[in-house]
């Protein structure tokens, strides 16, 4: 397993940005797919977004496509979420997650190391 920490997260006004990382530690980061999940007050935790082990491929959430980018860096076992054009709805505490499985798993239990999260709040 890798054991994986978020940072970057903060307070910031509708239609701006913020740039969210992950930094990995343990082995093979390289062979896992990476996710990031959020969770508003009062609701599930949901899927965002998540990178092939190679960066090659991507998958996106309806509700962030064409606003939120993901992308890997292997050689320094990290991994980012940059969210552009920021909704007060974009609000929740965001989770950095590692899995075996393809991009196209989407459900919290296909993976396998969770970080601890870190708070985006969007003002309106």
């Known amino acids: 397993q890798v054991q994986l920490v978020e940072s970057g997260g903060g307070l910031v006004q509708a239609g701006g940005s913020l740039r969210l990382s992950c930094a990995a530690s343990?082995?093979?980061?390289?062979?896992?797919?990476m996710g990031w999940f959020r969770q508003a007050p009062g609701k599930e935790r949901e899927f965002v977004t998540a990178?092939?082990?190679?960066?090659?491929?991507?998958n996106y959430a309806d509700s962030v496509k064409g606003r939120f980018t993901i992308s890997r860096d292997n050689a320094k076992l990290t991994v980012y979420l940059q969210m552009n054009s920021l909704k007060p709805e974009d609000t929740a505490v965001y989770y950095c997650?590692?899995?075996?499985?393809?991009?196209?798993?989407?459900?919290?239990?296909?993976?396998?190391?969770w970080g601890q999260g870190t708070q985006v709040t969007v003002s309106s």
């Open positions: 990178i092939s082990w190679g960066g090659a491929s991507t």
């Open positions: 997650a590692a899995s075996k499985r393809s991009i196209y798993s989407t459900f919290e239990s296909g993976y396998d190391s």
């Open positions: 343990g082995r093979a980061f390289n062979t896992y797919t």
